[in-house]
């Protein structure tokens, strides 16, 4: 029997700073592979957990679809303070469809955003646009549904981050697959919803390879800071420019909005790199960074501090390019601080031995004594794992806790929780 384990993940992403004592853990029971996206906190101080699962017919007929599919499907999983379950719902299509995104809504509903393989049927209400789509669907605090939409072309679309915008409205971030309408084999496509979930514009952003979004986080101004490994070089072509339309993806209603392109400005400086876009409100590009050594170094995680924003990653790149910092052993952490215009404060690696790898990234806000009203950034919790990495050792896979310093991410504690092979589990 499988079971869900969220461990440095969530501690990383929900939890506050201090010496952490367990208060309760849950196990989150199936008898198939389940995928755990996003633990998310609600507008109530409870959690949603979500993530993808084949639906058990021993589990109640509450928790189920409307009807079941042999497939994976869309599962949430709401629980109180005391780690009890309030609720447990599935959205189902009649094929494949992987939740990868949730976002707790200012209302106190979600927004899920997801890969769907499925065509209209069951829970699904739109027809495949063709390929993989992105589907998104609107909850209340209940679990039941608001809305839908289906966002897609004939490429293959995916779903990766969701957030709420200052007029309530949402951006969606993802990627698209070798279209026509891109610039290399994959790029990323970022889409603006009203509240009603109305299309209101659409943006590709790509170099001549491959770009996939990681991550996408509010700005203070109303904007995106969207966080997206890179293994694409600059796209040179004098007919096309940042202002270039054409016809937007179907979402089953005409937009009155093409979708604009932008292409990549920047070149990588290695096999991979970090690449970083700042939005505006209205989804226009305001700047862009590419950082990166001559090896491959992969973005996974941005965050917003109170004097502008940390890129967390990990690097297998030595000092070069514009990387300042030296790897260590194997695969190294690597954080970059920028200020709110995108240029760089300071860089720097941390090493666990072997392949460390970066889940999660939480900014810790602190009280400023010298201005009341102004929250100042005490330093950074930094959640991921280790893996032994061409050899053979008994813990070959470890989790691990870091803080950091404020303004130089100096290291000031490592904290190694325990670890569960095969699965998941909720720590409080």
């Known amino acids: 029997m499988k079971k869900l384990y969220i461990g440095a993940y969530f501690l990383c992403t929900v939890l506050s700073v201090s ?3 367990v208060l309760w853990q849950k196990d989150i029971k199936s008898t198939t592979q389940d995928f755990l996206s996003q633990v998310t906190p609600t507008v109530d101080l409870q959690y949603l957990i979500t993530g993808s699962s084949i639906q058990s017919k021993s589990l109640s ?7 079941q599919n042999n497939g994976y499907d869309f599962h949430l999983v709401k629980l109180n303070q005391q780690g009890e379950e309030v609720w447990e719902k599935y959205f189902a299509g009649k ?38 789509d992105i589907w998104l669907i609107r909850i209340n605090e209940f ?47 970022v889409v603006k919803l009203d509240k009603t979930g109305k299309e209101l514009s659409q943006l590709i952003l790509g170099g001549k390879g491959l770009d996939e979004v990681e991550k996408m986080i509010p700005t203070r101004d109303g904007g995106v800071l969207l966080g997206v490994y890179s293994r694409s070089s600059e796209f040179r072509d004098s007919g096309i420019g940042s202002s270039s339309e054409i016809r937007g993806l179907s979402s089953g209603t005409p937009t009155p909005n093409p979708v604009s392109r932008y292409p990549k400005s920047t070149n990588n400086q290695g096999e991979g790199d970090y690449w970083i876009i700042k939005l505006s409100k209205d989804g226009k590009v305001e700047w862009e960074k590419n950082y990166g050594g001559t090896g491959d170094d992969h973005l996974r995680t941005v965050a917003m501090t109170t004097s502008g924003f940390i890129i967390g990653g990990e690097s297998r790149s030595e000092r070069s390019g514009n990387k300042t910092v030296s790897v260590e052993e194997g695969t190294d952490l690597w954080l970059i601080s920028l200020n709110e215009k995108g240029e760089e404060i300071w860089q720097k690696s941390y090493n666990f031995k072997n392949r460390d790898v970066l889940m999660g990234m939480h ?18 919790l930094l959640g ?16 691990w806790m870091m803080k950091t310093e404020t303004n130089s991410g100096e290291n000031t504690s490592k904290e190694n929780p325990e670890k569960e092979k095969n699965g998941f589990r909720i720590l409080n």
């Open 19 to 21: 010496a952490q004592e």
């Open 384 to 399: 991921g794992y280790t893996q032994a990495e061409g050899r053979i050792e008994a813990d070959d896979e470890t989790f």
């Open 363 to 380: 900014v810790i806000l602190g009280h400023n004594e010298r201005e009341k009203n102004k929250d100042l950034t005490k330093g950074i």
């Open 143 to 189: 679990g039941d549904e608001v809305w839908q939409k289906t966002l897609g072309s004939t490429s293959d679309e995916e779903a990766r981050a969701v957030i709420q915008t200052t007029d309530l409205g949402f951006f969606v971030a993802g990627n698209v697959q070798n279209s026509p309408q891109g610039y290399g084999s994959k790029d990323v496509l």
């Open 61 to 67: 007929q509450e928790a189920n679809s409307q009807q």
């Open 95 to 132: 094929n494949h469809d992987y939740l990868s995104a949730s976002l707790s809504t200012q209302d106190g509903g979600f927004l899920l955003a997801g890969t769907s393989y499925s065509g209209k049927g069951l829970d699904k209400k739109d027809d495949s646009k063709g390929g993989s």
